[in-house]
């Protein structure tokens, strides 16, 4: 069974950092790509990055690039987003997404807080 | 700025026939766009309905298609159930960044 789980959501006040992983399971990490995707309490989804399974191709919104970074480890079945600078309007559930035949699978998300 | 443009709400009857669409701001959506559907509840994560125009997952009901249609994606729900209540999505591929549709709230009355 695929499985999705993500962590490391919290509170963290405007310009400080977090790290969030996504933990896969139950199919061959290495061989997917994988993307991240947030949505903000209210609102609708906004795509945030994506990287090849070899990690060797990387897109960013423009609305993070430079601030983010997402990485993998396919040798711990993991997923990273390296969140820095944070705004306020960064808050949102962020959620990572496989690519198998087109997108297919979900986690169930971890909250992210920016707030003084 | 690409815009991908979906219809606020709409509302079926159970049993009816409703279509969303998903317009894109830079011109008619083709099946290089790879448009992807997913449905959304309250509380839950989105799960993918449709992927590349057409192509269904295992776990699609066979009331929900993909098309194209008029230079849109669509999305059409047929023998509407109140359980496919929700908000829906679709998102367009502009070869590295995706965008997302706004959305569609879809009411079942």
């Known amino acids: 069974e695929v499985q999705l789980v993500e962590s490391g959501g919290g509170l963290v006040q405007p310009g400080g950092s977090l790290r969030l992983s996504c933990a896969a399971s139950g199919f061959t990490f290495s061989s997917h790509e994988m993307k991240w995707v947030r949505q903000a309490p209210g609102k609708g989804l906004e795509w945030v990055s994506y990287?090849?399974?070899?990690?060797?191709?990387?897109y960013y919104a423009d609305s993070v690039k430079g601030r983010f970074t997402i990485s993998r480890d396919n040798a711990k079945n993991s997923l990273y987003l390296q969140m820095s600078s944070l705004r306020v309007e960064d808050t949102a559930v962020y959620y990572c997404a496989r690519a198998g035949s087109g997108w297919d699978y979900w986690g169930q998300g971890t909250l992210v807080t920016v707030s003084s | 700025q690409t815009v991908v443009t979906q219809e606020p709400s709409l509302t079926v009857s159970p049993g009816g026939t409703v279509t969303l669409t998903c317009a894109s701001s830079t011109g008619a959506v083709t099946s290089g766009y790879y448009p992807n559907w997913f449905q959304q509840k309250p509380g839950q994560a989105p799960r993918t309905l449709i992927y590349?125009?057409?192509n269904k997952h295992s776990w699609t009901p066979a009331r929900f298609s993909g098309s194209l249609l008029g230079g849109k994606a669509a999305l059409t729900l047929s023998g509407v159930l109140p359980e496919d209540e929700a908000e829906y999505y679709c998102l367009l591929y502009y070869g590295g960044p995706w965008v997302f549709g706004g959305g569609t709230k879809l009411t079942v009355l």
């Open positions: 590349s125009t057409s």
């Open positions: 990287i090849s399974g070899s990690s060797s191709t990387i």
